[in-house]
C-alpha cells in the first residue's frame, strides 16, 4: 500500500489524481459544433448503443484502477497498530466519513481530539513537492538498508513522512465547560494556533452543527505565538502530560496518509456500484 506510486499518487491534489484515473476520451469535447450542420445535432444521440459503450470504458477505467490499489493491500501498517495499542487513545474511524475522532480520559477531563483525511490534498505545491522527495528518499534509504541486511531502521522513512494535518483538540471538565485547541500537527510536533475557553458544558459537549457556530463565534484569545514565551512551553507540557505529544504528532499524518488509500478504494468501489447499476 505504501508503494512509491501509490504514496506520490496521493500526495499530489486530489483533482489532479482522480482525473488521472478516468480515460482521455472522458474529457474530449463529445463533438464538434458546426453552426447550421445536422451533424452537431446528432451528436446528442440517445442511442443506447452509446451510452453503454462509454458506461463500459468508464468501468473498464475504474476496475484497472481499483485492481491496482487491491495489489497494494489493505493492512493496517505496523506502527499504526502499534500505537493504538499502546497508546492511551481511543480511535473512531467510519468506513466513508472523512473526519476521525480520537478519545480518552485524563483523569476528570475528556479529550477529544477531530482532524480530517482531507487535508492530505491540501497541502500547497511546495510541500507537495517535499512530501515527493521524501518518498523518493525512503524508497532509496529502504532499499539500501535491505541490501546492507541491516533493517533495524526499515519502515522509518515511512513513518517519519509528514504534511500539515489541522486538529481541533477539546478538553472538558464536570461542570466546568472546556477548552477548545486550534492546533497543526505536523514534523512531530502539534503547532498550538489558538485556544478558547467554553464555559457552557452542554454547549462544549455538543457537536451539532449549531454549536459548532456558536464555538466559532467566541473569543479565541491572541495568537498562541505571540503570548508570553514562558506561557507557552508550560502549556505545551500541559498537553505533553495528556500525551498530545510527538508519537501523536507523527501518528496523525501517518493514519490520515493510511485512511486516505481505504477509502479511496471504496470510493471506486461505490462508483463502480452506480455505474454498472441498470
Given at each position: 500500500?505504501?508503494?512509491?506510486?501509490?504514496?506520490?499518487?496521493?500526495?499530489?491534489?486530489?483533482?489532479?489524481?482522480?482525473?488521472?484515473?478516468?480515460?482521455?476520451?472522458?474529457?474530449?469535447?463529445?463533438?464538434?459544433?458546426?453552426?447550421?450542420?445536422?451533424?452537431?445535432?446528432?451528436?446528442f444521440s440517445n442511442s443506447p448503443f452509446?451510452?453503454?459503450?462509454?458506461?463500459?470504458?468508464?468501468?473498464?477505467?475504474?476496475?484497472?484502477?481499483?485492481?491496482?490499489?487491491?495489489?497494494?493491500?489493505?493492512?493496517?501498517?505496523?506502527?499504526?497498530?502499534?500505537?493504538?495499542?499502546?497508546?492511551?487513545?481511543?480511535?473512531?474511524?467510519?468506513?466513508?466519513?472523512?473526519?476521525?475522532?480520537?478519545?480518552?480520559?485524563?483523569g476528570n477531563e475528556e479529550i477529544k481530539i477531530v482532524f480530517s483525511v482531507s487535508d492530505i490534498n491540501s497541502a500547497d505545491d511546495e510541500e507537495e513537492l517535499d512530501l515527493e522527495d521524501d518518498l523518493e528518499e525512503g524508497h532509496q534509504g529502504k532499499e539500501s538498508l535491505s541490501a546492507s541486511g541491516d533493517d533495524e531502521e526499515e519502515g522509518d522513512d515511512l513513518e517519519s513522512l509528514t504534511f500539515p494535518v489541522r486538529c481541533l483538540i477539546t478538553i472538558t471538565k464536570p461542570n466546568a465547560g472546556s477548552i477548545s485547541i486550534d492546533a497543526v500537527a505536523q514534523d512531530g510536533a502539534f503547532i498550538v494556533e489558538s485556544i478558547s475557553n467554553i464555559k457552557d458544558s452542554a454547549l462544549a459537549a455538543s457537536s451539532t452543527a449549531e454549536a459548532d457556530w456558536?464555538?466559532?463565534?467566541?473569543?479565541?484569545?491572541?495568537?498562541?505565538?505571540e503570548l508570553d514565551e514562558n506561557l507557552q512551553v508550560e502549556f505545551e507540557?500541559?498537553?505533553?502530560?495528556?500525551?498530545?505529544?510527538?508519537?501523536?504528532?507523527?501518528?496523525?499524518?501517518?493514519?490520515?496518509?493510511?485512511?486516505?488509500?481505504?477509502?479511496?478504494?471504496?470510493?471506486l468501489k461505490d462508483l463502480k456500484a452506480f455505474v454498472s447499476a441498470k
Open positions: 500500500m505504501f508503494a512509491l506510486r501509490t504514496a506520490a499518487a496521493r500526495a499530489i491534489p486530489a483533482l489532479a489524481m482522480r482525473a488521472a484515473v478516468l480515460p482521455k476520451a472522458i474529457f474530449a469535447p463529445a463533438f464538434v459544433a458546426r453552426a447550421g450542420t445536422v451533424s452537431a445535432v446528432r451528436a452509446a451510452w453503454d459503450k462509454t458506461d463500459k470504458n468508464l468501468l473498464t477505467a475504474i476496475e484497472s484502477e481499483i485492481k491496482h490499489e487491491e495489489e497494494q493491500g489493505d493492512e493496517v501498517p505496523d506502527y499504526i497498530t502499534e500505537y493504538l495499542k499502546t497508546g492511551p487513545f481511543e480511535i473512531t474511524n467510519k468506513v466513508g466519513s472523512d473526519e476521525v475522532t480520537m478519545t480518552r480520559k485524563f456558536e464555538k466559532r463565534g467566541l473569543y479565541s484569545g491572541p495568537p498562541f505565538a507540557k500541559y498537553l505533553e502530560e495528556r500525551q498530545i505529544d510527538s508519537n501523536l504528532a507523527n501518528f496523525v499524518p501517518s493514519y490520515v496518509f493510511h485512511k486516505d488509500q481505504v477509502e479511496y478504494t471504496h470510493w
